[in-house]
């Protein structure tokens, strides 16, 4: 599968749709989910053009992988549901259609803010 220019994730980072920023740096842009399924929803999404996860931990630079995960710690503390100033949170990641992704563009899922329960049912 290749890159879809045209999904909505790279549509808001060219800022052809808008969002509620939370956060970002040279490596992600993170933002208000706008159909949060708890009390806090975000995403985390590249900058780079990657499908997924296994399309981000094959092709991309050291750089990017240290970037997105500090990004996503940077988002948290933000947000107060990292451990350092909250009570903690999910960062979920759905890859491919199994796993349930519904944006071809890797992003995660940061839930929080309440207790987000179990994680399969």
């Given at each position: 599968?290749?890159?879809?220019?045209?999904?909505i994730?790279?549509?808001?980072?060219?800022?052809?749709?808008?969002?509620?920023?939370?956060?970002?740096?040279?490596?992600?842009?993170?933002?208000?989910?706008?159909?949060?399924?708890k009390?806090i929803?975000?995403?985390?999404?590249?900058?780079?053009?990657?499908?997924?996860?296994?399309?981000?931990s094959?092709?991309?630079?050291?750089?990017?992988?240290?970037g997105?995960?500090?990004?996503?710690?940077?988002?948290?503390?933000?947000?107060?549901?990292?451990?350092?100033?909250?009570?903690?949170y999910?960062?979920?990641?759905?890859?491919?259609?199994?796993?349930?992704?519904?944006?071809?563009?890797?992003?995660?899922?940061?839930?929080?803010?309440?207790?987000?329960?179990?994680?399969?049912?």
């Open positions: 599968m290749s890159y879809d220019n045209n999904n994730f790279a549509k808001i980072l060219r800022d052809e749709i808008p969002c509620n920023r939370i956060y970002e740096d040279e490596f992600i842009l993170s933002f208000h989910d706008i159909n949060p399924q009390k929803h975000a995403l985390v999404i590249t900058k780079g053009k990657y499908i997924n996860l296994d399309d981000f094959a092709k991309a630079s050291s750089e990017e992988m240290v997105l995960l500090k990004g996503i710690g940077i988002v948290a503390k933000k947000l107060g549901i990292s451990t350092e100033v909250g009570k903690g999910r960062a979920l990641a759905n890859i491919s259609d199994h796993g349930g992704q519904e944006v071809p563009h890797l992003h995660f899922h940061l839930f929080g803010g309440e207790k987000v329960g179990k994680m399969v049912e």
